[in-house]
């Protein structure tokens, strides 16, 4: 199994990791706000027979440089297809994205429809303006930048625990990981940028959701959405936007699961992907076949 790596991106040091087959169909997977690509790591080993799996830490967050605009949800888009141009990946993706990467994979759909063969869209951004309190406080002009000043083990735990509705799930392991990300010289401008740009303290910004609805619909395309009931970031009522933006969205609720089912119950959500990228395989024209929700 692969290892991250470092490539060159128009410039920009960009951590990338790729796995599976070379040859087989390509499973972008992008993370979430504040977020690296460790948080698909479980995924490795349980999705990369017969696909090629690829992951970065988007411009600005993990190991990654920023881009040198300002951070929006458009240049976080292109800069994961600007990393894909770099490796000489040009076919058509299954796009997997968590949290905010679940409306940058809608994103990439607005930007380049053709480069997008499918959607998964794991507690996904974009559905409903509840966010977690947490977020919501770095849109202040003066608690926002003092937040970020500094981040402690005690900060980085409590915001690992908030992923999971099992606090088991919030190891030393990953808590060391978070502090290793705050210690970089970028990431905390970037973070306030993507959050002030996306919120305020009342919650999400009602304009950039429905520019993003407007091009899912445009733009229809196989898709899976899965979340986790427990979720304490984006409240799991979201899933019923969801379902009626995108009604032949084959959707899972999974009880018991945080913000981060690719990582809370690893096993079950390889198990629900795959079955859905075999069945895009199979399905004539672009939308998929109705399905009902399951728990």
């Not at 990654?64 to 951070?71: G, H, I, K, L």
């Not at 690719?262 to 024209?285: M, N, S």
Request: proline letters at 8%.
């Amino acid at each position: 199994m692969s290892a991250p790596a470092f490539i060159s991106v128009r410039g920009r040091r960009t951590r990338v990791r790729i796995a599976g087959d070379p040859a087989g169909p390509p499973v972008l997977m992008l993370h979430g706000i504040g977020r690296s690509l460790e948080d698909w790591a479980p995924q490795y080993p349980r999705l990369a027979q017969g696909y090629r799996l690829i992951s970065l830490d988007l411009p600005g967050f993990g190991f990654s440089a920023r881009s040198p605009e300002p951070t929006t949800l458009q240049v976080l888009a292109r800069g994961a297809l600007e990393t894909l141009d770099a490796l000489g990946e040009r076919r058509p993706l299954h796009v997997l994205g968590n949290s905010l990467g679940g409306a940058i994979a809608q994103r990439l759909l607005a930007l380049d429809a053709e480069r997008v063969a499918s959607l998964v869209l794991v507690d996904s951004a974009g559905f409903g303006p509840e966010v977690a309190f947490a977020l919501r406080l770095l849109a202040l002009p003066v608690l926002g930048p003092l937040a970020i000043r500094r981040t402690t083990r005690a900060g980085a735990l409590m915001t690992e625990r908030l992923m999971y509705a099992d606090p088991a799930v919030a190891t030393k392991e990953r808590v060391d990981h978070a502090l290793a990300i705050a210690r970089q010289p970028g990431p905390g401008a970037v973070l306030l940028e993507t959050v002030r740009g996306l919120s305020t303290v009342r919650g999400a910004k009602p304009g950039w959701q429905a520019e993003l609805a407007a091009a899912v619909v445009k733009y229809p395309r196989p898709t899976l959405i899965i979340w986790g009931e427990d979720d304490r970031v984006l409240p799991a009522r979201h899933l019923d936007s969801a379902r009626g933006l995108l009604p032949h969205a084959e959707t899972h609720l999974l009880p018991g699961i945080g913000h981060m089912p690719q990582v809370e119950c690893p096993d079950r959500f390889a198990e629900l992907v795959l079955a859905f990228l075999a069945a895009t395989k199979h399905r004539d024209g672009t939308l998929p076949r109705d399905s009902a929700a399951s728990r």
